[in-house]
């Protein structure tokens, strides 16, 4: 399995992945022009041409056989051109002492607080290959291409993650809150989010602060809750450090996991590595391995022995990320 | 006959009784012998009062049988709302939620909590007995304190309100209250205006919700009621409407009843009452019904009366109901048309 960048080449395949993947994979919209207008901004980011409010990248997973089973990506700086909104469960208390009243009420406060962070996204993997390494694989190499050129990305990174629905798309939160602000079905308005129109939002969503309490118990309960297929994605994530800080997704309530970039396990330990190419014996540990190139990069998950500043791996693997012996190589074991 | 006037120290026994059979909503008038006794000095107080601007004075107004001296009903008036402690009201208001990209445009009603209604002069404390059939005795008691606003401007403020109260059940369960207040404050509608009448209304209100609320998400039973009259006051409602209240703007924040308003000088009993001289004699028999009120502050009396009488002729009173009214031949009487 490797993890390379995406490109125009890859557009029918990338649209064959959004109509499988459905609702809730916002950022991968199966419109072919959407699509084809990201890739070519996608491109321009690997080739260092974007200015970083722009930067888009996306990656893909391709088996043995160069086929493309999966996606991950990340905006370099969410916001900048466009609002990005967020709730933020915050705390209003209601208290008196006289009357001997204490009463903690959570309250949504819509905000852009998270306005130029790195925004991870567009993940998604083949249910057929949602096993062994590839889903840190798929996940994590985002990480490995940050610690290379940290100066593109901010630093405070974040996922929003697909928050709960049922298997007719319905969401509680959005039925609960979003519904009477938008009078349209939660599928439309995360399309419409999907290919870009979120001005919309500021235009339709409510102003003011709201209390959790005039929420559903089912729109309550889904506050800062991830949808069941991305609970192992959630903690694919959290082994890195990411976790839930309080911001919540507008439209689904699914929550958004934070860290500080340079406090991220896969960039904070990986090491820059000559590649040695050998065995790695008995001892070896699943490491995360990034070529170090930027259009061209290429990483993989594949055993390794760390010896005396070198990475000792496979021919095959070596093979696999296209280098020789004595190459620089960032690597970092998969999971901490 | 049925006279009313100021209520006075030695009435609180009788207005004990009538505030313990008024409606749970009714906070202005209190089930409680010392906060009524409070109301009463505070009433008494005010009126001996050389009032030049609005404060903190209040009048309590009792219906009384002159046959029997039972009271039978009461009504006040707070000169200013807010005064002391801050008056509460949620604002009534659309929001226009629109987008031109999309096509989309949605109107949506917010509730605000908010302080509009401070310093108005609020109608409060109405409860007639329910042996109080007569819609002479109904009149006289909501709009005879109107009378008395008319002859004593100054003493009021430029608008007036009424809190109207709102729909409960009789188990003292509000859908308002239940959909709104008692997340922020954790007992019964029945207690929270216990609370209320005993301690102050804006105790509670303090712990309202500071942001606005969006009508939308609240219970359709909530929703409901908003603005909905309690049955049980409908015919004292539709007496304020005939004086000209409007009622759409604000709500209470406990029961969601609707707090109406007006300008003082415009309301029907206000702008339409007249004043007449009064010769005592032998009244023709016959006519309308007038309500009818000496322009005195302490001895206030007003009666509910069929009267010969049209504008601009003296009125003719005999001696024995001059006497009742405290007025002599020659003062000036209030008068205003009963509907």
Redesign the interface.
Known sequence: MLVRAAGLQDLDTLLALAVSAGAGLTTLPASEERLVERLKRIEQSFAGEAPQADADYLFVLEDGQGRVVGTSGMLAAAGMREPWYSYRMGL?V???R??D?Y?Q?P?LFLVNDLTGATALCSYFLDPEYRSGDNPRLLSKARFMFMAECPLDFSSRVIVEMRGRSDTAGRSPFWD??GQ?????DFARADY?TGIG?K??IA?????????A???SDAARDAIGQVHPDSEAGRLVLEEEGMCYQGYVDIFDGGATLEAQRSQVRAIRDSRNLLLAIGTPGDEAVTHLIHNRLRDNCRMIAAPARVAAGTLVVSAASAERLKLRAGTPVRAVALQG | MLMLRLGKRSDLPQIELLAAASPVGVTSLPANRERLADILAASQASMAEEVTLTGEERYFFVLEDTASGDLVGCSGIIAASGFRSPFYTFRNEM?V???R??G?H?R?H?LSLCHDLTGHSLLAGFHLADSQSDPAAMQLTARGRLLFMASHPQRFAESTSVEVVGVSDTEGNAPFWD?VGR????VSYAEAER?GSE?GRS??A?????????V???SDEAQEVIGQVNPSVQNVFDILMEEGFETDNYVDIFDGGPVVHAKTALLNTVRNSTLAQVQIGTPQAGGGLWLMANTHVCDFRACALQLAWEPGQPLVLEQRLADQLCVADGDHVRLVRGN
């Not at chain 1, 235009?203 to 209390?211: A, G, H, N, S």
């Open positions: 209003t209601a208290a008196s006289e009357l009243v009463r009420q309250t609960s809150l009477h602000f938008f009078r349209m419409l129109n001005a919309f235009e339709m969503m409510p102003k003011f602060p709201l209390y309490c005039f929420l | 929001f939620h629109a987008s990209e999309l989309l949605n949506i917010v959909a997340h922020f404050f954790a609370i301690r105790f509670l303090e712990l309202m919700p500071g942001y606005p609320i969006y939308p998400m609240l």
